[in-house]
T-cell receptor
């Protein structure tokens, strides 16, 4: 099956710093989504981004489907950005049926 | 609009007991799914449904049953709980697009401990 690898596994930042999280996938996908899991466990959808670039406030994401990777940019990080960031892909071979998750990047932002 | 709701929030079972985790959504989504989250493993798909009356297995279906009698509800049944089923369980839903799944919405999760 498809492999979804996220890097780095852990990231520690000071408030105000910028960061880039990466998601690599091993096969063709229909779509890619980024999620944030906050310290209370709630999963929030950040981006639905099968290709191209999207921005939402301090966060932006870019997916290059032909090269099988996506990047999540966090600028001017805040303590509320702490948590786990997951990338999830819908493989072409499982269209309409499954999202496959990476193992996540754990981000800790200190003041 | 409550979104995706799950009950209970916490549950402790003894080995061999059965229980049902409830999931409901009020967004008229065709697609619903169950995931389990274990430390260091990300989220793994247990079962999914693409519409009322249609269910199928995901990556880790053993020990779990599902049914989808209505668009709104997608319960997950543990027939005989085992300690290996200790985990956090998430329900998710979305519309189905022509070429696949739309943006996924997750419930708050159920933390299950099997002793």
């Amino acid at each position: 099956g498809i492999q979804v690898e996220q890097s780095p596994p852990d990231l520690i930042l000071q408030e105000g710093a910028n960061s880039t999280l990466r998601c690599n996938f091993s096969d063709s996908v229909n779509n890619l989504q980024w999620f944030h899991q906050n310290p209370w466990g709630q999963l929030i959808n950040l981006f639905y981004i099968p290709s191209g670039t999207k921005q939402n406030g301090r966060l932006s994401a870019t997916t290059v489907a032909t090269e099988r990777y996506s990047l999540l940019y966090i600028s001017s990080s805040q303590t509320t950005d702490s948590g786990v960031y997951f990338c999830a892909v819908e493989p072409h071979t499982q269209a309409g049926t499954a999202l496959i998750f990476g193992k996540g990047t754990t981000l800790s932002v200190s003041s | 609009n409550a979104g995706v709701t799950q009950t209970p929030k916490f549950q402790v079972l003894k080995t061999g007991q059965s229980m049902t985790l409830q999931c409901a959504q009020d967004m008229n989504h065709e697609y619903m799914s169950w995931y389990r989250q274990d430390p260091g493993m990300g989220l793994r798909l247990i079962h999914y449904s693409v519409g009322a009356g249609i269910t199928d297995q995901g990556e880790v279906p053993n020990g779990y049953n599902v049914s989808r009698s209505t668009t709104e509800d997608f319960p997950l049944r543990l027939l005989s709980a085992a300690p290996s089923q200790t985990s956090v369980y998430f329900c998710a839903s979305s519309y189905s697009r022509d070429r696949g799944l739309d943006e996924q919405f997750f419930g708050p999760g159920t933390r299950l401990t099997v002793l």
